[in-house]
């Protein structure tokens, strides 16, 4: 069965941090890109950030560039999203998904990604 869980989440205050993880299990992880989609109230899915698994490339979406940072550690199936210098409009349920590509060239637009986490909400206070 294809797992991704996402744990990390919770309420900060507006310029503090986050570490977000997504533990993936069921599937061969070295064959897939991994990503970060979030999606605020009222709005529509947004790809925050993507990481390719052969070369380890990443992506950032434009709002986030400078801020957040995706690693991933293949010995352990895990993706990471580190965010710093947090912003009210960070708010958002955050989503881990797997794309079956080991590189990718841009950040995947949601409806690509193979498979979802159940997502972990991130709430930023100003």
């Known amino acids: 069965e294809v797992q991704l869980v996402e744990s990390g989440g919770g309420l900060v205050r507006a310029g503090g941090s986050l570490r977000l993880s997504c533990a993936a299990s069921?599937?061969?992880?070295?064959?897939?890109?991994i990503g970060w989609v979030r999606q605020a109230p009222g709005k529509e899915r947004e790809g925050v950030s993507c990481i390719s698994s052969s070369d380890g490339s990443t992506y950032y979406a434009d709002s986030v560039k400078g801020r957040f940072t995706i690693s991933r550690d293949n010995a352990k199936n895990t993706v990471y999203l580190q965010m710093n210098s947090l912003k009210p409009e960070d708010t958002a349920v955050y989503y881990c998904?797997?794309?079956?590509?080991?590189?990718?060239?841009?950040?995947?637009?949601?409806?690509?990604?193979?498979?979802w986490g159940q997502g972990t909400q991130v709430t930023v206070s100003s």
């Open positions: 069921g599937f061969t992880f070295d064959d897939y890109a």
């Open positions: 998904a797997a794309l079956e590509h080991t590189i990718v060239a841009t950040i995947p637009l949601p409806y690509e990604y193979d498979y």
